[in-house]
C-alpha cells in the first residue's frame, strides 16, 4: 500500500525567504503526483502536477521536482509572502485508470511578515 | 462557470439519522470522487466514479452509498450516521483531458 509522508508538519519562515517542503512515497510505481494548497476551511487548489516521465514543473514562484528512483518529490517556493500562508499537500495518483489520490497529510506553512 | 459546488457548508446530525451530501459540477467532467478529511489522517478516499451509471468504492466506503444518474450531480448518503462519520467531506472532479483534480469547498459535518 503506498503510502505518503510529508516532513516537518509545520513550518514557520520569515517573509521572502526561500523554502523547500518534502513529500516522500514508499512505491515508486505512480502516474502523477500534485502539489495542492489548503487555506483554513476551504477546499483544495492544484498548484502543480508532475507526470511520471517528468522531473519537475514550474509555475511562478512553485516549482516542483520528482525523483521516483528515490521516493521524493520536493515544493520549492522562492521570496516567501504572508499570503502563502496555508496548508500544503501532495498527492499520488497511482495510475492505471483509477484517478485515486493517495494523500500525505500535509506541511502547515506560516510566513511571518 | 461555478466548478464544483457542495451543499450544505454545515451539517449537524443525531447518531441514526440519514442525510445526503450533494455535489455539482458544471464542467462536464467524467470523473467524480468524495474524500473526507479527518485530523492526523489526512484526506482518504470514499467512492469515486468513472461516468453516469458507475460507481466504486475506494478506501473508506462503509456506512456510504453513492449514485450517478447524471454527469453533473454525484451525491453521497449517509444512510445511519455514526459519530466516527464526524468529518470534513469533499468532493473532487477530473476531466479526460486534464490529470488534475478540483475539489469543491467541502461539508463540515457534524454526529452526535
Known amino acids: 500500500k503506498q503510502e505518503v509522508t510529508q516532513i516537518p508538519a509545520a513550518l514557520s519562515v520569515p517573509e521572502g525567504e526561500n523554502l523547500v517542503l518534502n513529500c516522500s512515497f514508499t512505491d515508486s510505481a505512480i502516474y502523477n503526483l500534485q502539489w495542492f494548497r489548503q487555506d483554513p476551511g476551504k477546499g483544495l487548489t492544484s498548484l502543480l502536477l508532475i507526470q511520471s516521465s517528468q522531473r519537475e514543473q514550474t509555475s511562478g514562484r512553485l516549482n516542483a521536482s520528482l525523483d521516483k528512483s528515490s521516493g521524493r518529490s520536493t515544493l520549492y517556493i522562492a521570496a516567501s509572502q504572508p499570503g502563502d500562508s496555508a496548508t500544503y499537500l501532495c498527492?499520488?495518483?497511482?495510475?492505471?485508470?483509477?484517478?485515486?489520490?493517495?494523500f500525505g497529510k500535509g506541511t502547515k506553512l506560516s510566513v511571518i511578515p | 462557470n461555478a466548478g464544483v459546488t457542495q451543499t450544505p457548508k454545515f451539517q449537524v446530525l443525531k447518531t441514526g439519522q440519514s442525510m445526503t451530501l450533494q455535489c455539482a459540477q458544471d464542467m462536464n467532467h467524467e470523473y467524480m470522487s468524495w474524500y473526507r478529511q479527518d485530523p492526523g489522517m489526512g484526506l482518504r478516499l470514499i467512492h469515486y466514479?468513472?461516468?453516469?451509471?458507475?460507481?466504486d468504492q475506494g478506501e473508506v466506503p462503509n456506512g456510504y452509498n453513492v449514485s450517478r444518474s447524471t454527469t453533473e450531480d454525484f451525491p453521497l448518503r449517509l444512510l445511519s450516521a455514526a459519530p466516527s462519520q464526524t468529518s470534513v467531506y469533499f468532493c473532487a472532479t477530473l476531466g479526460r483531458s486534464t490529470d488534475t483534480q478540483y475539489f469543491g469547498p467541502g461539508t463540515r459535518l457534524t454526529v452526535l
Open positions: 498527492a499520488l495518483d497511482r495510475g492505471a485508470g483509477s484517478y485515486q489520490l493517495t
Open positions: 466514479s468513472v461516468g453516469a451509471g458507475i460507481t
